[in-house]
């Protein structure tokens, strides 16, 4: 029978568990220092203020941006001569007839469908009347092939620029332009008038 292994003596025993617990506590200790700095480390320092975070702010509810006019439709460029304005009664037709296939001289047979009117070269046609005709008894500025005189201070004067931008004028001789009433000759360039119909106001 093998012979029992020696025993450490009681003294040993005991200061190796003292051991152990020393290194226990040591570990505790040093663990909760770790801890106490980093906790301390995330605090302000005392007497600081805790800064506050910023409440973003509701931005104000901003207008829609404005809508831009189609170029097409009821808009009309105010620059452009129109013709005299429709007026408040339907005409109604009387006869059955196309006056714009009337000689000049059978024009005046039709007096209720038909009127005489001049190109700006001088010669003369026969045109339907308009559905709703104007009763003015003149025409006023910016009005276009007018079947009656130009109000007083305004004169018929012919002549368009080149492409509508110039900078020469388009011939007048056998087309279909007719005059437009301008206040031309009161040393203003107004907005109906240029070079090539009133070159004594808007010189180049």
Not at 26 to 52: K, M, N, T, W, Y
Not at 76 to 88: K, L, N
Not at 121 to 142: I, L
Request: glycine share 8%; hydrophobic share 30%.
């Amino acid at each position: 029978m093998a012979p029992a292994a020696p025993q450490p003596p009681p003294d040993s025993r005991r200061r190796g568990v003292a051991k152990n617990l020393l290194f226990v506590i040591a570990c505790l200790l040093v663990g909760g220092s770790a801890a106490f700095v980093v906790l301390h480390q995330d605090r302000p320092p005392d007497g600081l203020p805790i800064p506050e975070v910023a409440v973003p702010k509701a931005e104000a509810p901003k207008d829609p941006p404005p809508v831009t006019k189609p170029l097409t439709g009821p808009y009309r460029d105010p620059r452009i001569p129109q013709r005299m304005p429709p007026g408040d009664e339907l005409r109604r037709p009387t006869e059955d007839v196309w006056c714009e296939g009337l000689s000049v001289e059978r024009c005046d047979d039709f007096p209720k469908d038909c009127e005489l009117a001049a190109y700006c070269d001088g010669v003369r046609f026969c045109r339907t009347q308009p559905m709703y005709p104007n009763k003015a008894e003149c025409a006023e500025e910016g009005v276009l092939g007018a079947s009656v005189a130009c109000c007083p201070g305004l004169v018929p004067r012919c002549g368009v620029l080149e492409h509508h931008v110039g900078p020469r004028c388009d011939p007048i001789e056998g087309t279909t332009l007719e005059s437009v009433c301008v206040r031309c000759g009161d040393g203003v360039c107004g907005k109906f008038e240029q070079v090539c119909n009133c070159p004594e106001d808007c010189a180049r």
